[in-house]
């Protein structure tokens, strides 16, 4: 298996642009989570969806912040209006449902970076 | 809610010294626990997990056990190598469909001198 996809790897844009961070999970695994990472607040959960469905969203800091899934094979995180606060490393990880896993598998994250 | 508290570093060794980093954590019900290994500019790596009281993960001669009684989950190898230079993280998954998040200690960045 490939893994969990995330594209692009690494993104630089200016204050007030609009931000897709994009995710494929592994096939078969039914639970997706958006985490963040910064030196300031560490490792955060954002959204996390179960078939698809979106299941906890309290970690989404604002309104600015849009999560999707479409579909079992994809899922974006928008960012509406960007700010430079929002710069940070942006991972998506995946997971069974027990008993065929109980561990999530994490992508290379997305980078991003806002002037 | 749930919570996880890791030693604080920097940890710097030298090669083959023992390393230990502490965890403990606050759950409902009974939580598995993880340790994930963070090397520069990657994502995290799984390291080990234990999903209920006395188990041992191991990999890669890294160990922890799961301590219920202590609530703890201390990372231990016994001879570290300069390719472990990484930071590591102690986390925890509920056991209820709805609180499968991962919850995250701060990290502990491990440097391992040759």
């Known amino acids: 298996d490939a893994g969990v996809i995330q594209s692009p790897r690494h993104e630089v844009t200016e204050m007030g642009q609009e931000v897709t961070l994009r995710c494929k999970p592994i096939s078969g695994h039914d639970y997706l989570f958006w985490y963040r990472q910064t030196m300031m607040r560490g490792l955060e959960l954002l959204i996390y969806f179960n078939n698809n469905v979106p299941i906890d969203d309290s970690g989404m800091p604002e309104d600015r912040f849009s999560a999707k899934m479409p579909n079992a094979s994809f899922s974006t995180l928008k960012i509406q209006p960007s700010e430079p606060r929002d710069s940070a490393v942006y991972f998506c990880?995946?997971?069974?449902?027990?008993?065929?896993?109980?561990?999530?598998?994490f992508g290379p994250g997305t980078r991003l970076t806002v002037l | 809610g749930n919570s996880v508290t890791q030693m604080e570093g920097p940890v710097t060794l030298s090669e083959e010294a023992f390393l230990t980093i502490n965890c403990t954590y606050t759950?409902?019900?009974?939580?598995?626990l993880f340790w994930y290994v963070q090397y520069p500019g990657e994502g995290l790596q799984l390291l080990l997990k234990a999903t209920k009281a006395d188990d041992k993960g191991s990999n890669k001669g890294f160990e922890a056990t799961y301590r219920k009684e202590t609530t703890s989950f201390h990372l231990e190898k016994g001879s570290v190598q300069v390719s472990d230079s990484a930071v590591y993280f102690c986390a925890l998954s509920g056991f209820r469909s709805n609180d499968y998040k991962l919850s995250f200690g701060a990290g502990t960045t491990v440097t391992v001198r040759a």
């Open positions: 759950a409902t019900g009974y939580p598995s």
């Open positions: 990880a995946s997971r069974g449902t027990p008993p065929n896993t109980d561990t999530q598998y």
